[in-house]
């Protein structure tokens, strides 16, 4: 959230539903700003996440909707190096119709404690902390994951990384310095055929 020249309460009231709240980040003095968000939070306009953290959702009938443990994960993570794996990973890039138990993180660093309902595992790839959210899902399914977590194997694979290529959402440059400083053979062997079929595809499309 940008600070801005504004009350916490009306900084509150320009957050857009399905963002978070950071108390810290609100204008004003802290005790205003955790002021103005307990009262939201009475009021049915906030949800806690944990301290300091707040979500503000949809207003049902049911009452406010809650952000997924990924979310909140991600959130509480930061995007710097994290990324999914195994059938969140394929989720991600809209591979798979199944959904994980318990959504699986990775982080390029040391691993924190202290987020509930996610699983989350180190990778020692430093060059990971470059990469897009998206980036880092393909990276992992391209360590083999994808045999087991995508719904129509590679072809499906590699339609989608056409597709997120396209959109700008991966970057094969990017993401070609990440793969090389990967421990996984099969990262590295896969991303090669991975862009050896798109090249090819491409080569056929404009002959």
């Known amino acids: 959230m940008r600070r801005r020249a504004t009350s916490p309460g009306k900084a509150l009231d320009e957050v857009r539903v399905g963002r978070f709240v950071r108390v810290e980040e609100l204008p004003g003095s802290r005790a205003a700003a955790s002021s103005a968000v307990s009262r939201a939070h009475k009021h049915g306009d906030l949800v806690a996440i944990r301290k300091g953290l707040y979500f503000k959702g949809a207003k049902t009938r049911y009452g406010m909707t809650y952000p997924s443990s990924e979310q909140i994960a991600v959130e509480v993570l930061g995007n710097v190096g994290v990324g999914p794996t195994g059938y969140t990973a394929a989720r991600t890039l809209g591979l798979t119709t199944q ?7 990775t982080v390029a660093g040391p691993v924190p404690t202290s987020v509930p309902g996610v699983k989350i595992c180190k990778r020692n790839n430093m060059r990971r902390r470059t990469l897009r959210y998206t980036e ?3 990276l992992e399914l391209l360590r083999g994951e994808w ?7 590679w072809s499906a694979l590699a339609s989608a ?9 991966i970057r094969p440059t990017v ?6 400083s990967e421990r996984s053979p099969a990262a590295r062997e896969n991303f090669a055929r991975l862009t050896g079929d798109l090249d090819a595809q491409h080569l056929v499309v404009s002959a």
Request: hydrophobic share 45%; proline share 6%; glycine share 6%.
């Open 136 to 138: 880092i899902a393909l």
């Open 147 to 153: 045999e087991s977590t995508v719904d129509g194997g």
């Open 175 to 180: 993401l070609a310095e990440a793969v090389r």
């Open 161 to 169: 990384f056409d597709e997120a290529v396209r959109a700008h959402q």
């Open 99 to 105: 959904v994980p138990t318990q959504p699986t993180l």
